[in-house]
Every structure is written in structure tokens, then in C-alpha cells.
């Protein structure tokens, strides 16, 4: 049973709109989430996390939001760029040292 | 610092073989985690060493292990290759619990014919 989803296995966006990726759990005990980006033939990269105790954080063109209640979770990429074209994963800790949950991954393509 | 390094990038190998990947984790970090990458799988968690130990473990058969030097070096091996076990494997090092941030390596691209 997939505790983290991506039901998303692509996206494509014009470049400088935005790119909006989901994430949904299961698992309510869920209480840090962080997103990683991978380009081909390289090792995902973290990008930005968000603990469960904030419904927002942001980096510059990056913003990730949680919304609890509907055990649900985006990432915003604006204004999206070529160089944001890669496959984006979402991810969870279940509790204390277990590993990190990936959910499949959505790829974005952004269209110059 | 120096990332995560993992030897070797690529490698082939027939079915019933075995063999063996290396991950030197970012200097500092005791854990080391092992996942297995296939298309439409996203990333399946393998096994998680720390201190040597193994600390945490993936739904894989037995056929996949690992281990974890003082040096906080680890390899994981593979015996009796299957086709299906092409895939990516990624290791990741943190500094100490995998809640952390993970830091990957590149990958060993291995193809199994």
C-alpha cells in the first residue's frame, strides 16, 4: 500500500507559468514531508521540505503547501524555467528512524 | 565537502550472476541507505545501514544485502541476477537518522541480460 502518491506521472508547462506538482498520503502520523528533484542520469537532489506544524514555506521560486486535513501536498514552481525540467518526487519519514517514503515521481516537462 | 560517490556508474551483467555496488557516503555521515530505482516504481527503499548495523530494511528478497564498513563505506550485493533487477540503485548518506536530509549519489546503472 503506497503511503505517499504522485498521481501525476507528468506535467508539461510553458516556461514562466507556474508549475504546480501534488502529493497526497495516508499516513496521518506523517509530520515532515520534503520534495526532491532528479535529473537523468544524476541522484535526486533535495529541493525544500515543510513540517507539519507550517501550512506553507517558501524559496525563492519554490513554495511547498500542506494542507493537513486533506492529507495533501504541492509544490509551486514560479515562474517555471527549461532548467526546472526534471522528475520530482515527494517524500516522508514515518517516524523515528525509519527511512524516507518516496512516492513515484512526477516528471515536468516546462515547453520554452 | 565531496558528495556521495558510487563505483561503478554502469555495468552489465547476465542473469544468475552476482554483484557488487559501492557507495562512500559525504565524510561524516553513518547512515547509509540503499534504494532500487525502475521505471513507474519511483524509489524503493533497500535497506539503511548506521554504525555498521543494519538499521532498517525494504521489502526485497534475500538474494539483495549489504553491508557497512567502520568507515562508513557500505556495499550492497546482489546474487543470482534476475532480469528484473535491472534498475537504478542510489545510495544516499545523512548524518544521522534518515529523517534527515539525504544526500544521493549518482547511481549504478545495472543492466541484467
Known amino acids: 500500500d503506497q503511503q505517499v502518491k504522485q498521481n501525476s506521472p507528468s506535467l508539461s508547462v510553458q516556461e514562466g507559468r507556474i508549475s504546480i506538482l501534488n502529493c497526497d498520503y495516508t499516513n496521518s502520523m506523517f509530520d515532515y514531508f520534503l520534495w526532491y528533484k532528479k535529473y537523468p542520469a544524476e541522484g535526486p537532489t533535495f529541493l525544500i521540505s515543510i513540517s507539519s506544524i507550517k501550512d506553507k514555506n517558501e524559496d525563492g521560486r519554490f513554495t511547498v503547501f500542506l494542507n493537513k486535513s486533506a492529507k495533501h501536498l504541492s509544490l509551486h514552481i514560479v515562474p517555471s524555467q527549461p532548467g526546472d525540467s526534471a522528475v520530482y518526487f515527494c517524500?516522508?519519514?514515518?517516524?523515528?528512524?525509519?527511512?524516507?517514503?518516496f512516492g513515484k515521481g512526477t516528471r515536468l516537462s516546462v515547453i520554452a | 565537502k565531496a558528495g556521495v560517490t558510487q563505483t561503478p556508474r554502469y555495468l552489465i551483467k547476465t542473469r544468475g550472476q552476482q554483484v557488487t555496488l559501492s557507495c562512500s557516503p559525504i565524510s561524516g555521515h553513518r547512515s547509509v541507505s540503499w534504494y532500487q530505482q525502475t521505471p513507474g516504481q519511483g524509489l524503493q527503499f533497500l535497506f539503511e545501514?548506521?554504525?555498521?548495523?543494519?538499521?532498517n530494511k525494504g521489502n526485497f528478497p534475500g538474494r539483495f544485502s549489504g553491508r557497512q564498513f567502520s568507515n562508513s563505506r557500505s556495499e550492497m550485493n546482489v546474487s543470482t541476477l534476475e532480469l528484473g533487477d535491472s534498475a537504478l540503485y542510489l545510495c544516499?548518506?545523512?548524518?544521522?537518522?534518515?529523517?534527515?536530509?539525504?544526500?544521493f549519489g549518482p547511481g549504478t546503472r545495472l543492466l541484467v541480460l
Open positions: 544516499a548518506s545523512s548524518s544521522d537518522t534518515p529523517r534527515e536530509t539525504q544526500y
Open positions: 545501514y548506521f554504525s555498521e548495523t543494519q538499521r
Open positions: 517524500a516522508a519519514p514515518p517516524s523515528g528512524n525509519t527511512p524516507l517514503v
